[in-house]
């Protein structure tokens, strides 16, 4: 019965490339919610998208180099909400900094700069940022010896994760090409 033999053939193969397809797609959207679905922009340089938090990285022998793109939503909210709660009194709640904050004050320590365009926070790479809100103004690592600031160290108050999701609502105010350089250099 040969019509009944390809039939009943056809019908299998449907199965088999039904739950290929299904295995597949399962594997994908696991992926997705455990966050770690990776891709490759350009040469050497992965990334990951997980709630509007975009990073890349370069694999490489020492430090991981790591760059977190301007955030999008939910994680721009959540940026925003981390960034009203810890940041805003001295930084400003549009990212303005502190009046004249290139003069030092009377006990010679320096006001909070911007960290829009008008400041130099997208002059750092990102590994740089990450350490100095971490672990502040740490002299002889990000300081000069003995160099004293009011930059309070977050390490304890907030995770890594919420750190570059600060940083990635902070990267919503910088223009393309801001972006475009601090991006190169935090990759480098
Ligand atoms: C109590 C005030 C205060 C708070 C709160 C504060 N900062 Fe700062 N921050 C400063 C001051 C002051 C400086 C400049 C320090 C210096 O140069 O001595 C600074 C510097 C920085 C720099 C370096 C900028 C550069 O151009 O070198 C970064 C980055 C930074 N702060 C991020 C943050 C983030 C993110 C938060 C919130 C998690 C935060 N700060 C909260 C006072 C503060």
Redesign the pocket.
């Known amino acids: 019965m040969p019509f009944k033999k390809t039939n009943s053939r056809a019908s299998n193969n449907r199965i088999g490339r039904f739950s290929a397809g299904a295995i597949g797609v399962s594997v994908i959207v696991g992926l997705i919610v455990i966050g770690v679905n990776y891709f490759q922009t350009d040469a050497g340089v992965l990334y990951t998208v997980h709630q509007g938090l975009k990073i890349e990285r370069v694999e490489r022998s020492g430090p991981t180099a790591f760059w977190v793109a301007p955030a999008q939503e939910p994680a721009l909210a959540d940026g925003k909400l ?2 009203g709660t ?2 805003a ?3 400003g709640a549009k990212m303005e900094g502190q009046p004249n904050w290139r003069s030092r004050m009377a006990n010679g ?5 911007p ?1 829009n365009i008008t ?3 997208w ?2 790479p990102d590994a740089q ?1 990450l350490s ?2 971490k672990d502040g ?1 740490v002299p002889g690592v990000t ?1 000069p010896i003995g ?1 004293e ?4 160290a ?1 390490g304890a108050a ?1 995770s890594d994760i919420q ?1 570059k999701t ?2 990635a609502y ?1 990267k919503t105010y910088w223009p393309d090409d801001a972006l475009d350089a601090q991006r190169e250099i935090s990759l480098q």
């Open positions: 981390l960034y810890f940041c009194s001295c930084h320590r320096l006001p909070a700069p960290h400041g130099h926070t002059h750092h940022l100095m809100i103004f300081a160099y600031s009011n930059m309070p977050f907030l750190i600060i940083l902070i």
